[in-house]
Nanobody, 119 residues
């Protein structure tokens, strides 16, 4: 059973930057895609970006292009990052990491989330 652990959240001033990390462990060979989502207070969870393991192909939700960058150090890594630039008050949210098995339509595994507060 894949486990995901996010880190790197915290309190940041408007205009600042942050890099979140997500490390997957246990049976990671079944994963072919990892992604970042966020949930703003009182809102539903929304997708930010995804990255395909093995070729590092990335996909961004239209509204997230430019401010967010998803990455990994090596294409086979099961640790991914999310850099967030020019943080605004409205970026305050819980940021979640997710992973998908190769045969799944949706994301099968979720981290516990890391809080990012812009203030």
């Amino acid at each position: 059973h894949v486990q995901l652990v996010e880190s790197g959240g915290g309190l940041v001033q408007p205009g600042g930057s942050l890099r979140l990390s997500c490390a997957a462990s246990t049976d990671t060979s079944v994963i072919n895609c990892m992604a970042w989502f966020r949930q703003l207070p009182g809102k539903t969870r929304e997708a930010i970006a995804s990255i395909y393991l093995g070729d590092a192909g990335t996909f961004y939700a239209d509204s997230m292009k430019g401010q967010f960058k998803i990455s990994q150090d090596n294409v086979e890594d099961t640790t991914i990052y999310l850099r967030i630039d020019t943080l605004k008050l409205e970026d305050t949210a819980v940021y979640y990491c997710a992973a998908r098995r190769g045969w799944s339509d949706g994301f099968d595994y979720w981290g516990q989330g890391t809080q990012v507060t812009v203030s």
